[in-house]
């Protein structure tokens, strides 16, 4: 027994020193937003003549600009707020590589001052909201709950706005967004469906101790604002049963089963789909236009280790480059 327990130490310990030799190794390449096959043209001005009310859901008074938004959402009001508000600066640095639009941030909390300059800086319109609770008896407690996720659902308060993209803030814009709006958004409303969302990945197959998904997932939505949608989102989350494992994503699922417009996977590429689903990954690769972290989040790669799997999670899911990535853009 006790030779076998050291054996297995011996290989646990050659197991770490390998993946930190491999970690520290990798972390020496120079990845760039250059270094994504970016289209050339500059940014697409999303201009039209629209009513300039002040955003009537915000307390801040700011006005809508643009006919459309790409709004996000920050509510944890702890160290991983600092976190995800880096994070949305990123994205908000990578939206304006392309599409000029409204930039949206629903602050469900207050902020740290120097997470408002850094965001206000990156051009997101602050929006103060209050925070929508979780069903009133879960399972369990658990870090979606705990996050408030239930709160992008105002999003849907934001009426100013013709068409919303709702972001998480672990994504990244890899290209131009402006054709969610003017392509993918005419699609949808000939079909008479208000939300549109992608196929959670990967789809029915189960990779590295992953989960096979057959649901959409929620970091990417497109939808038409409505004051009447909100209002049965949020009773909803009480009156219909749905698993708050997953919280805002089953009930959206659930609300939305047979009524969303599916989004193609280039406007939501889970960076797992990269390893488990290598021939859609690059077949697509081209034309994504946002990059979604979920299991491999871009910060775990360097020094904001919260817990000790975080900075292997990018060498198991093969996807040093995109968290490489992610360290290239400036967070300020």
Avoid at 203 to 232: E, H, K, M, Q, Y
Avoid at 288 to 304: D, E, L, N, Q, R
Wanted: hydrophobic share 40%; charged share 20%; proline share 6%.
């Amino acid at each position: 027994m006790t030779i076998k327990l050291q054996t297995t130490m011996n290989f646990v310990a050659i197991v770490i020193v390998i993946s930190l030799f491999h970690i520290l190794c990798v972390s020496k390449l120079s990845v760039t937003t250059q270094d994504w096959p970016y289209p050339e043209h500059p940014p697409h001005n999303m201009t039209k003549k629209i009513n300039p009310d002040p955003l009537r859901s915000c307390l801040n008074g700011h006005s809508a600009q643009t006919p459309y938004a790409i709004v996000s959402m920050i509510s944890k009001k702890n160290k991983l707020q600092r976190i995800y508000s880096a994070s949305a600066v990123k994205l908000a640095k990578t939206i304006r590589k392309f599409t000029n639009v409204d930039l949206v941030m629903l602050a469900i909390e207050p902020l740290h001052p120097d997470d408002s300059s850094a965001l206000e800086k990156a051009e997101w319109k602050i929006c103060a909201m209050q925070g929508i609770q979780g069903p009133p008896n879960p399972k369990r407690s658990n870090r979606f709950l705990e996050a408030n996720l239930y709160s992008k659902f105002n999003a849907w308060r934001l009426t100013e706005y013709e068409a919303i993209l709702l972001l998480d803030s672990d994504t990244l814009a890899v290209g131009d967004l402006s054709t969610a709006f003017t392509h993918t958004l005419p699609a949808m409303l000939a079909q008479n469906k208000s939300f549109a969302a992608a196929r959670d990945r990967p789809v029915n197959i189960t990779c590295r101790f992953g989960t096979a998904w057959n649901v959409f997932n929620a970091g990417v939505i497109l939808l038409l604002p409505s004051l009447a949608d909100f209002d049965i989102l949020n009773k909803s989350i009480a009156e219909v049963p749905h698993d708050t494992d997953m919280a805002e994503q089953d009930l959206l699922n659930k609300m939305y089963a047979s009524s969303f417009f599916e989004l193609p996977f280039h406007y939501n590429a889970i960076v797992t789909s990269k390893v488990c689903e290598p021939d859609t990954w690059h077949r697509e690769r081209e034309n994504i236009k946002i990059v979604h972290f979920t299991t491999a989040k871009g910060w775990m790669y360097s020094y904001h280790w919260q817990s000790i799997e975080d900075p292997f999670q990018c060498w198991w899911w093969d996807v040093q480059d995109l968290c490489l990535l992610w360290e290239s853009i400036p967070d300020s």
